[in-house]
């Protein structure tokens, strides 16, 4: 059964910082890219970083690069994203996904894989 489950969500102030996970497993393929996208409210969903199927690799979104950062280790199916300097809108949902690819991908549509999502709520 496949599952992509993320973690790590929450309520937090402005200036603060989160690290979400997201644990990949049971996929029929063995190496894949994951990545990270956010819907705020009233939004469409957005591509916010994507890393590849090592690790080796990573792109981020010009709108949060200075910001954010994903991670994955090698050989692991877990990857991380990390915020810092949270502000009010980064409130979102932030959902991880799974790629058929090898390498980082940007547009949800080559993502076959989703997890529920977690909430993020920033305060000022």
Known sequence: QVQVVESGGGS???GGSLRLSCAA???TFRRFGLG???QRPGQEREFVAGVNWD???TYVADSVKAR????RQYGMNTAY???NN??????AVYYCAAA???EVKITANDYIHWGQGTQVTVSS
């Open 12 to 14: 937090v102030q402005a």
């Open 25 to 27: 497993s049971g996929l």
């Open 36 to 38: 990270w996208f956010r």
């Open 55 to 57: 690790g080796g690799r």
């Open 68 to 71: 954010f950062m994903i991670s």
């Open 81 to 83: 994203l990390e915020i």
């Open 86 to 91: 949270l502000k009010p809108e980064d409130t």
């Open 100 to 102: 058929n690819y090898l």
